[in-house]
């Protein structure tokens, strides 16, 4: 055990948007109480918040998706437009370009967005044709039988979704955390969580099977410190943290990569009209292997991914890269026959990062066990999810039943809770 | 990639429990299929089957558990008496000796459970004293107030619960499956799944994202061995082999200790009367711990453990071996302080296994995804599993949504599968 350097009441793990909107809105309700937030990165949002393609969307199927998504979206909006701290919240939208059969698949979940306040738009082929010239609906290259590449049968745009800067909000919370008294140690990273006897004996090898536990603190690579609480909002990083104190959060890493994409031919895409304000093209997904894009106009650059599914390894590297072969042989196949205007155009830049994976039903896991709050399972949408995740961390760390999330609205912690999970299945994932 | 050593039309990984009835139904519904059964052991049943305390019970709160673990016990009572092949099953009883605060939460779930039709049996204070003579209701030295042991209140014994041996279960599904052509291969450790593409191009870098996924075959230590299905029954190796190909089975290992125990002083207790018709005291739950002790009388030992519970690491290990410092801080205090005849005896032999803990619901999950039926999770219990877990993973590899259980009781495959999900929480975790 290494010399403690520290105590605090309420200690979280990881400087990313959970750990910043967790810590946020437990000082906010306890301005009294020391909040230490640690990460092994120099400044806040640098992990796989960084790497995200930094979109946000309101269109999940299940409630409590809608409810973390849309409330956290309307937060942006406030801090943006009311508090007028810039995030580069865009809401440029979703645009998911459908085959038939996906499109079968989203009539059946319609109504009940609907009704839930979803807004969202329909485009039939003749009006994408007007709208995105470039856009080639019926593949029908020799390349795209292969791949088996449907004809884009309709569109549906998420019209309260877009862009915004991870930067930003991480920056947004940072301030308001400081200014309240909340603090930060970067370069630190956690190595273990220790678990000790709630009532100590002082014999050896304690704690015992009998013995109530209690998370006392976290060894790091610069000491040990001591805290009330912990908060463990450390991404891809939990099972890491949690597998050797046996607590299971059914989260498991992934690789995300991403690519920049260049070029003048890209020109029209990118200042697309009829969408959105910014007359640009949507955030869009394309109806094969999850191919998405999304426009960053200040850099005249696309940002390109592609959603995984089986067959890639759950397997966390420290210091992941992002490889060319994937874009070439899983996205630009793709990519290059529905938008031929990215014929020719290899990635000027790449990253990679991890997903926190909750394949169970990809909804947050926010709970308590013991005096330890996990908040992870963000499942590739923390960002979106971040507030309401910070909100309902907070009601978690006071025993609230309810937590009450931007705008009023009101969600059960227990609901996304490990011991009466109640979610729902979400259909929506990207 | 190694030398094509066979091709089968079913591969089944691991000749444990589960292995063994899920080859044992899918050969008897498809008997003209041809199925191997791989194991790094040199026998069936060698690994955790071999390392569990070998008990069985029906008293689970939860209808799936309920209906696999009667189902199961039902069989094996068939197979000794009515088809005459000695699985050591002894009826004994388990025994939960329990405080005042346990017994209201049994009182919670008794009616359920008399409604399923599990039979059990209470008995009050004076009968406990008198039936076990060894027994102390009421710890009252230092030690136990540390520990905070509380007083026995009650006990209640489930009756369609006892003791087998796994190894017979084992030779039993071995036999019957070689009579009907199956084949195993020892020796033979599964190292990776390969995954591929549905539809193979030749290309680098297969299969993407967009091809459709499928399981060629397993590589091992003796080459590869391709199969047109996989069944994957590695119990706590599961996630070894899941997690590089990106499915997640909400398994974790965690390690199984168990002690033997031998002394004059506890003959009393292994022929204590009123319980049961083997006059032996049942498999018997203390209050406190989850320490729990099975009599062998074949040995004239006790078996001994307790159920880990959060601050135990979820940590696979090669060849775990018993910690004697376990029994003698976690065990021996609370076993000692209960039943005095147990004093200043040591353990005279150990062993160690796995359980494959679902913490979700402490219930098995059979799902087929693409090529590949899994079964697993079965978090302690799969020997009290075993024959039901095996006909829902025949009915799994048919496609049938329905699965019939020994009795002819049925249950949806869908309920125990990934993506629907339905099995109720689990109260009655040992």
């Known amino acids: ?68 998504a849309s409330s956290t979206i309307d937060f942006y909006k406030h801090v943006q437009s009311e508090l007028g701290f810039n995030l580069n919240l865009e809401l440029i939208g979703y645009l998911w370009l459908v085959s038939e059969k996906q499109f079968k698949g989203f009539e059946a979940i319609e109504d009940g967005m609907r009704k839930q306040g979803i807004r969202f738009r329909t485009f039939e082929r ?24 449907d004809s884009i049968f309709k569109a549906v745009q998420g019209l309260d979704c877009g862009t915004v800067s991870p930067e930003s909000i991480a920056k947004f919370y940072e301030n308001e955390f400081k200014k309240m008294g909340g ?6 990273e956690a190595k273990s969580i220790r678990v000790d006897a709630k009532n100590r004996l002082d014999l050896p090898g304690e704690p015992y099977v009998w013995q109530d536990k209690v998370f006392r603190g976290v ?40 690519f920049q994409i260049r070029g003048s031919s890209l020109d029209r895409l990118m200042t697309t009209k009829g969408f959105n304000e910014q007359n640009t093209v949507p955030f869009t997904i394309l109806p094969k ?31 992941p890269i992002a490889e060319e072969s994937y874009y070439t042989y899983n996205i630009y196949p793709i990519l290059s026959e529905y938008l031929p205007c990215f014929a020719n155009l290899r990635p000027v830049n790449s990253w990679a990062g991890f997903y926190d994976i909750n394949s169970l039903d990809s909804t947050p896991v926010i709970d308590r066990i013991s005096n330890c709050i996990l908040a992870t399972g963000m499942s590739g949408s923390g960002i979106m999810k ?12 006071k025993d609230e039943s309810e937590a009450v999330l931007f705008g009023g609205r009101r969600i059960s912690a227990s609901r996304v809770g490990l011991t009466n999970r109640s979610v729902g299945k979400e259909e929506f994932v990207l």
Chains 1, 2 share one sequence.
């Open 126 to 149: 003749e009006e994408l044709t007007q709208l995105i010239p470039d856009l080639v609906l019926d593949p029908a290259s020799e390349q795209s039988k292969i791949i088996g590449m």
């Open 1 to 68: 055990m290494s010399t403690e350097t520290g105590h605090h009441d309420v200690l979280v793990i990881g400087a990313g948007i959970i750990g910043l909107c967790s810590a946020y809105h437990i000082k906010k309700d306890n301005p009294n109480l020391s909040i230490l937030v640690i990460d092994r990165s120099s400044a806040p949002g640098q992990g796989d918040t960084a790497k995200s393609v930094a979109a946000v969307r309101d269109t999940f199927t299940s409630e409590v998706n809608r409810l973390f």
């Open 219 to 258: 060894e790091t690579n610069h000491g040990y410190i001591s805290a009330e609480t912990l908060v463990i909002a450390a991404g891809s990083r939990t099972p890491l943290l949690l597998d050797p104190i046996g607590i299971d959060c059914f989260v498991k890493p992934k690789k995300r990569q991403v």
């Open 386 to 397: 971040a507030d309401a995740v910070g909100r309902v961390a907070a009601a978690v760390f």
């Open 183 to 188: 603090e930060f140690q970067f370069g630190i």
């Open 289 to 319: 292997g999850g191919v998405y894009f999304r426009p960053v106009r200040g850099e005249r650059s696309f940002w390109v991914g592609a959603a995984d599914d089986i067959g890639r390894p759950f397997r966390f590297e420290e210091e």
